[in-house]
């Protein structure tokens, strides 16, 4: 009797929909666990710590993805995202400060994803000084929210008050989207090869120019970058002290940032996925198509391009106030075009166009860049004090030339990924759904198309399916 | 008379050489003469005890010919990008590092030749030589290489899927040179021998400007760098317009089916098309190096984005027009460095010679986007 009722819940649970749900959370205890069990002090000092607590950290991250990507109810899903990215993750923070740190330059980098993956994913313009855009964010709080402003003004008003930086944050979105559109006018006629070099000239100028700017006033402090910078207010620290909850001010602010980024990513990804379906995104998606048919249709070309520009634009400008006011401190070296191929790997790999593969595409790159390869180099460090002598080969490693560090090598990593990408898979991890839907057309699959289920995971790459265009011809 | 105009020499050599001296006389007359204009319109004391045009006239003449060693350098990276360009219509963002790669290859071979900084100096222009003729060598097989493994099973993708492609194959080429060099030598920098006697000041004339004697001077290897960069312009020229490999890759830039069509072996065209453009990239580099004496991974970048500029300024897909371009932007870019500082005062310096270009480029995509000699050029179907 009881096994005959056990196994008929098994044989629910193993095809039905509580199977899908025990097995999310499942890994997510699993992945919890692990975090548990890497947190142990002891293991802290061990060489291979930092790599698999990096891997540790991928893995409770993934289980994001096994969210969105199972069959489950659509508000199940968002709580158990939400339970996730709103309660597990802050709490694994708060425990260890690093992964915090991480999770909010995730966030950073995923939001600028998304507003590059606007003009590059959309609307097929490729822009390679992307950074600019957040350099002018992060310098427009640094120089009004730091003493600076009362060197470069003469005055002593400055910093201004800690209240002032959402005041802030929405000028950061105007100020980044107006450059944008200065920037775009004189361009964005241009062909697209030619708009992706004037666009890293761009990038370069900005550069330049904040590097140069402490003459003939002293404006940016040139090299030597601008501190402190104003934080936000902690206006809810009393409330939390009256829940019983007292943390100190560093990871109150790291949860601060962590929970201000997530907010600012969920209005973006809510931005985002409203202008995709909108008459915007479809005349962006019919200028990157075909230029030429799009104007013939009747769509202002420029007007739109602007628009993705300035959209763009507007995400990394709010973001560079964010993470200026987070670092404290910025200065020229944070705004290298080294920056902006960062984002746009992150668009690639996730798969241009498409909302969540730019998430996933940040995360990847950003765990790889500050933990994997920081991990690697730490690794490689303590093995070679410990005397440590590589078997079968017999070469000790101390004499590994200290120059190779992976820390140092991200542009190698970054060049492989987006060589391969390209040959391999243009389309990207996760592609855009209108490429899915154009795949699965070409296949033949039009019950595929008429759920619009992702049907990625049996299709061959784009090369077998001529049809299929991941960008503008 | 008439027989001399007819043969191919004088069409492909003498004509290209001279107007090659027009582009640098032509470029020099009218910059220098837009300096003296804006000297005579600000002159006011500097520092020294002199005025701005006291200044400007004293130091014209250096500052051109040192102008002009980089318009070179320029002109023959720019080369690379153009002739890619003519027959792909791809910006060949890879091309800086190919440069790079040959400074690398130069600079290692005079290290292992390690000819004595006392050596007499057919010794060390036979040393050179050999640095160059390796760093063309090297650069144009890497060229080849790339091509095939990055573009080639890109050719007929959407456009910008190559030219992230070579965005990709920049930054690995980067750093896989900075992880050889940091293998081998633990340092990611290497610097060129250098030879006192290429350094030394050869005086070439000596003018006389209100009767004060101003000395014309050049470097003993700014003459060789402008010797061998003329000739390579020269030999370009004459394997472009009167070979049949020359004809053939005008033939594939004008129309690559109908090329095809022609009998032109398309593919191997334009491996030759990277060969000889990575070949002049690695000349380039390893007289960049003798120049510069210093180079590390990343010297490419911004001579790359330079000479890009080049290329679109005068007339992307033009060879003449790369030349013209190279030349007309390293004297602005000479004349730049030299008088901003002095200028405005001390507050835009030398610093600002980068966004020079960069401006210069912006301004005539907006407003010459086919460059001084280029044709309108529309989109390949």
């Known amino acids: ?105 995730v966030g950073i980098f995923a939001a600028m994803a998304l507003g590059l993956n606007i003009v590059v994913g959309f609307a097929g313009l490729l822009d390679l ?69 004037v666009t890293l000239a761009f990038g370069e100028v900005i550069r330049v120019i904040v590097n140069n700017l402490d003459k003939p006033i002293n404006l940016t402090n040139g090299p030597q970058g601008i501190r402190p910078i104003q934080r936000p207010p902690l206006f809810f620290k009393p409330w939390l002290e009256t829940v019983g909850i007292r943390l100190d001010e560093p990871v109150l602010y790291g949860l601060y940032f962590y929970f201000l980024v997530l907010l600012v990513i969920g209005f973006a990804v809510l931005l985002t996925r409203r202008l995709e379906d909108s008459w915007v995104g479809r005349a962006w998606t019919a200028i990157r198509e075909d230029e030429l048919a799009a104007q013939v249709m009747g769509i202002p070309l420029v007007r739109m391009k602007l628009a993705a520009f300035a959209t763009g634009a507007s995400f990394a400008g709010a973001m560079g106030m964010i993470f200026a006011a987070k670092q404290y401190f910025i200065n020229p070296e944070s705004f290298t075009f080294m920056e902006s191929i960062g984002i746009l790997v992150m668009v690639i790999v996730g798969g241009m166009g498409s909302i969540p593969g730019a998430i996933v595409g940040a995360t990847v790159v950003t765990i790889l860049n500050l933990q994997i390869l920081k991990g690697l180099s730490l690794m490689l460090s303590k093995l070679r004090q410990a005397g440590f002598v590589v078997p079968l080969i017999n070469f000790p490693l101390s004499q590994w030339p200290t120059q190779l560090e992976p820390a140092k090598y991200e542009r190698l990593i970054f060049g492989i990924l987006l060589i391969l990408m390209m040959i391999l898979r243009p389309q990207g991890l996760i592609p855009e759904r209108r490429h899915r839907m154009e795949l699965a057309e070409a296949l033949g699959r039009e019950e595929a198309i008429a759920e619009r289920l992702p049907v990625e995971e049996e299709l061959p790459p784009v090369v077998a399916a001529p049809e299929a265009k991941p960008m503008r011809d | 008379m008439r027989r001399l105009r007819e043969s191919v020499l004088y069409q492909a050599v003498a004509v290209p050489l001279l107007q090659l001296i027009l582009f640098v006389v032509i470029s020099l007359l009218v910059i220098g003469s837009i300096t003296l204009f804006l000297a005579v319109l600000f002159n006011r004391p500097v520092a020294g005890g002199m005025t701005l045009l006291q200044f400007v006239v004293r130091t014209l003449p250096q500052v051109a010919i040192d102008g002009l060693v980089i318009g070179f350098l320029y002109a023959m990276i720019a080369l690379g ?76 993708a959407p456009r910008l899927v190559p030219l992230i492609s070579a965005i990709g194959v920049s930054f690995f080429l980067q750093d896989a040179v900075r992880a050889i060099e940091g293998l081998l030598n633990n340092a990611f920098y ?114 790359g984005i330079k000479a890009f500029t080049a290329a679109v300024l005068g007339g992307i897909g033009n060879i003449t027009g790369a030349m013209l371009g190279g030349i007309v932007l390293g004297v602005l870019e000479g004349f730049a460095g030299a008088y901003l500082s002095q200028f405005t005062g001390g507050a835009f310096g030398t610093e600002y010679k980068d966004i020079f270009a960069f401006l210069i480029l912006i301004l005539i995509l907006m407003f010459r986007p086919t460059g001084l000699l280029g044709e309108a050029v529309g989109q390949k179907a």
């Open chain 2, 190 to 303: 290497r610097n060129y021998p250098s030879f006192p006697i290429l350094n030394e000041q050869v005086p070439i004339a000596t003018l006389y400007i209100a009767g004060q004697p101003i000395p014309m001077q050049i470097q003993a290897k700014v003459i060789f760098i402008i010797a061998a960069s003329l000739l390579m312009l020269t030999g370009l020229n004459y394997l472009v317009n009167a070979t049949r490999l020359g004809r053939a890759i005008r033939a594939v830039a004008q129309d690559r089916p109908t090329a095809a069509l022609m009998g032109v072996h398309v593919d191997r065209i334009i491996m030759l098309t990277f060969l000889i453009g990575g070949a002049l990239g690695g000349a380039t580099g390893v007289l960049f190096g003798i120049r510069v004496g210093r180079i590390d991974p990343y010297v490419g970048f911004i001579p």
């Open chain 2, 81 to 156: 990008y153009t002739m890619v360009y003519g027959v792909l219509e791809f910006i060949n963002f890879a091309h800086s590092e190919i440069f790079m790669v040959g400074a690398f290859i130069g600079v290692e071979l005079m290290l292992a030749l390690a000819i004595p900084s006392t050596a007499p100096l057919t010794l060390i222009m036979a040393g050179i030589l050999l640095a160059v003729v390796a760093g063309m060598v090297g650069s144009g097989l890497l060229a080849v290489a790339v091509e095939r493994i990055a573009y080639r099973p890109l050719r007929g």
């Open chain 1, 1 to 105: 009797m009881i096994g005959a009722k056990a196994k008929a819940l098994v044989g629910r649970i193993r095809n039905g929909r509580e199977g899908a749900l025990a097995g999310v959370l499942l890994y997510i205890v699993a992945a919890l666990l692990l975090m548990n069990w890497l947190s142990q002090p002891g293991l802290r000092d061990a060489p291979w710590y930092p790599l698999i607590s990096a891997l540790g950290f991928a893995a409770f991250l993934a289980s994001l993805l096994l969210i969105y990507y199972v069959s489950l109810a659509g508000a199940v899903r968002a709580l158990l995202g939400a339970v996730t990215l709103l309660v597990l993750l802050p709490v694994l923070g708060v425990r260890n400060t690093f992964l915090l740190e991480v999770a909010t330059q």
């Open chain 1, 129 to 197: 000084g992307y950074v600019a855009f957040y350099a002018v964010g992060a310098y427009l709080w640094a120089i009004f929210g730091s003493p600076q402003a009362n060197v470069a003004f003469g005055t002593n008003r400055f910093p201004l008050a800690p209240e002032w930086f959402f005041v802030f944050l929405f000028l950061a979105v105007g100020v980044a989207a107006l450059t944008g559109i200065l920037l775009g006018l004189p361009v964005l006629r241009l062909r697209g090869d030619y708009l992706a070099i």
